[in-house]
């Protein structure tokens, strides 16, 4: 497939595991893996995948790929006195596909690059449904030729690849795609709780946004699959995850002047989504506090639900 030999792969969580699975499945190439935890190890073995840790991994692969929770954890693995920067050699090509700080990627990027080692971000989007089945998202920051080079490695998880700009481009692509997402969910919740103490079915205003202008794939799938059956559950993108990236967010906006008061309002769900104990729980939870009359019942009757 590419010129490569062989692959690393550190992070396999809830994307991380269906995304080296595919790698795995279709590039030809042995993958290594590293987590944690045994179990998604155990799994991928299955699929020929080998278990090995970070120093294994930098010492033998050509290409590395993290998929972590944040991009603190990307520093920390970075950084450490036994992390990448310090265990990494010249050639390699690291593929972030966690979202993290657009700040944070460039610093890591040059700092990499001092090591003579390209390091790039590839946020992924969707769901897991789509990394099991290789239809992911991927917004990618590189040069053109770093890009070439890793686009066939990427398109055995992702159907849609873009090429964002430079390093860091991918991560600002990705964070505000997922901050208009939660802008518009949050309107969406609003909407509904509004319809309903107008005396309007929130089944009759979903489906009527849907033949409109309002409809939207926020609408299609967080609102009629989340927000309209009331089912939130806890192995799903969660408050806690969301907020992060949020954050992200707001860092940028900050850092370039714009006050995002939309994306700052939505915090203020996400901040009383955790306080509420519901920040296990799938994102759209919010929709409960914003129509809090109409769910409050149904969040302590909820199964799992965190007191």
Known sequence: MTSFTRIGFIGLGVMGEPICRNLAQKCGLPVLGCDMNPEPLARLAQHGVQAADVATIAAQCDVIFLSLPSGEVVEKLARGPQGLLASCRPG?????????PVDTTRKLSAEFAERQVTFIDAPVARTRAAAEAGTLSVMVGATTSVFERVRPLIATYANEITLCGDVGSGQVVKILNNMVLFETVTALAEACGIARRSGVDTKVIMETFMLGSADSFALRNHGLKAILPGEFPEKAFPVSYARKDLNYALRLAEQTGISAQGARNVDQWFEAA???????????????????????????ASPGHQS
């Open 92 to 100: 390699q090509i690291i593929v972030d596909t966690s979202t993290s």
């Open 274 to 300: 955790l306080e509420r104990g519901l920040g296990d729980r799938y994102w759209p939870v919010i929709s409960r506090l914003i129509d809090d009359e109409q769910n409050t019942a149904q969040e302590t």
